[in-house]
């Protein structure tokens, strides 16, 4: 079966946030950052997703999700390959916060110490769970 990765529009909203809460990821932003995602689709269902956005002077990876029926396929790689596609150009590092460390590292990027994460992201320094997360702060070199 084919996979076709695209552009999303409003109209993968509902299915974005269907695939994002199979993993308890946020869902909240999928709305204002409609324009920042890509989809894997087949047969008109959509099974995976990726956004890569900017926030102050960090450009994160973000609700990078495939299905459970359709994980090991390749699809999250594609999905992180269309989306260095565009950051080539941006940036010259990715940042991740993951649950999913062996999946970055397998796409080459590192972990940082925990004490990154408020330095990073403004929603870390305010988060009550700061010190309990289990989210592991990683980046990517892009040019090295």
């Given at each position: 079966?084919?996979?076709?990765?695209?552009?999303?529009?409003?109209?993968?909203?509902?299915?974005?946030k269907?695939?994002?809460?199979?993993y308890?990821l946020e869902?909240?932003?999928?709305?204002?950052?409609i324009?920042?995602f890509?989809?894997?689709?087949t047969?008109g269902?959509?099974?995976?997703?990726?956004?890569?956005?900017?926030?102050?002077?960090v450009?994160?990876?973000r609700?990078?999700?495939v299905?459970?029926?359709?994980?090991n396929?390749?699809?999250?790689?594609?999905?992180?390959?269309t989306?260095?596609?565009?950051?080539?150009?941006m940036t010259d590092?990715?940042?991740v916060?993951?649950?999913?460390?062996?999946?970055?590292?397998?796409?080459g990027f590192?972990?940082?110490?925990?004490?990154q994460?408020?330095?990073l992201?403004?929603?870390?320094?305010?988060?009550?769970?700061?010190?309990?997360?289990?989210?592991?702060?990683?980046?990517?070199?892009?040019?090295?």
């Open positions: 079966m084919t996979v076709n990765i695209r552009s999303a529009g409003t109209g993968d909203i509902p299915d974005i269907s695939v994002l809460s199979q308890i869902t909240e932003l999928v709305e204002d950052n324009d920042r890509v989809v894997a689709e047969v269902r959509i099974v995976g997703c990726a956004c890569l956005i900017s926030i102050m002077d450009i994160e990876l609700s990078i999700a299905l459970p029926a359709w994980k396929k390749g699809i999250g790689r594609r999905l992180f390959e989306l260095m596609q565009r950051a080539k150009g590092r990715i940042y916060r993951t649950t999913a460390r062996g999946f970055f590292e397998k796409m590192w972990a940082l110490d925990d004490s994460k408020p330095v992201w403004q929603d870390c320094a305010d988060c009550d769970k700061l010190y309990v997360c289990v989210q592991v702060p990683m980046v990517l070199e892009l040019r090295l």
